[in-house]
């Protein structure tokens, strides 16, 4: 509670949106809300309305009441014809999932808001981001529940081949640049979008870092449907743009991700007897 209100919403709903936009004079508006690549394809017209018409909402909403508004896109927004290493800020996005489709949407749509009405629009392209919480149905969620299970039984199935290579950041360095974004005076921004990453690396080569912690740990690899979303996306991610106009630059490598995120899930589940302290 000492954390400041909270209020529950409906992302469909237009008018409970702007409501609480007016009642409590929000400036700014961060837009979580979407379904994940492997989650949405399960249920494609749910996605279309959450991922789409829910962006629509709040740029809207951004639009009427002069807010500024952070969309967040991903490494999901690029697809099997797009450079995969290194993946440039500018080059053909042709996605094939519909997390990744409602992306450039989003992407497209607020950047057409910025040009037309002066909407200050931003946006970040995230890789697979890292943190304690249980995963949230995304592609690249296997790196975070290896985590709970190497910790909790010593072995984990991997749902992606081995030498599956994919952008990754943690959690702190995620939220690190949301916010030296978002703060970033506007005429430093030259474009709307950017890339951000951290490291890249494949399941095994995180199995080999994670094993210092859990000696006995066995992994097996069955892909599956995922597979193939991860085939399309990119393997490093060039987030050079974001270095040079806003100064980004992660703090965290593999070897540290590893370590925190060891303490942190024996701290948060393990610890906590599978329940979040």
Known sequence: MENG???????????GLQKIVVNHRVDWLIHFSAL?????????????????EGVHNVIELAKQYNLRIFVPSTIGAFGPDSPRNPTPNITIQRPKTIYGVS????????????????????CLRFPGVISSDPPGGGTTDYAVAIFHDALRHGKYQCYL??????????????????????????????????????????????VDKL??????????????????IADSWPQVFDDSEARADWNWKPKYDLDALVDFMVKDVQENYINGNGKKK
């Open 103 to 122: 992306k450039v949407h989003a992407e497209l749509m607020g950047e057409y808001y910025h040009h037309k009405f002066g909407l200050d629009f931003r």
């Open 211 to 228: 094993s210092k912690y859990v000696p006995e740990l066995r992994v097996t690899y069955y892909p599956d449907s995922r597979q193939e």
């Open 36 to 52: 994940l690549s492997a989650i949405g394809e399960q249920n494609v017209p749910l996605a279309v309305r959450v991922n789409i």
């Open 5 to 15: 209100p909270y209020i529950f919403c409906d992302i469909l709903d237009f008018k």
């Open 161 to 206: 081949k081995p030498d599956t290579r994919l952008p990754m950041m943690y959690i702190e360095d995620c939220l690190r640049s949301l916010l030296e974004f978002m703060t970033a005076p506007k005429e430093k921004l030259k474009r709307r979008v950017y890339n951000v990453t951290a490291m890249s690396f494949t399941p095994e080569e995180l």
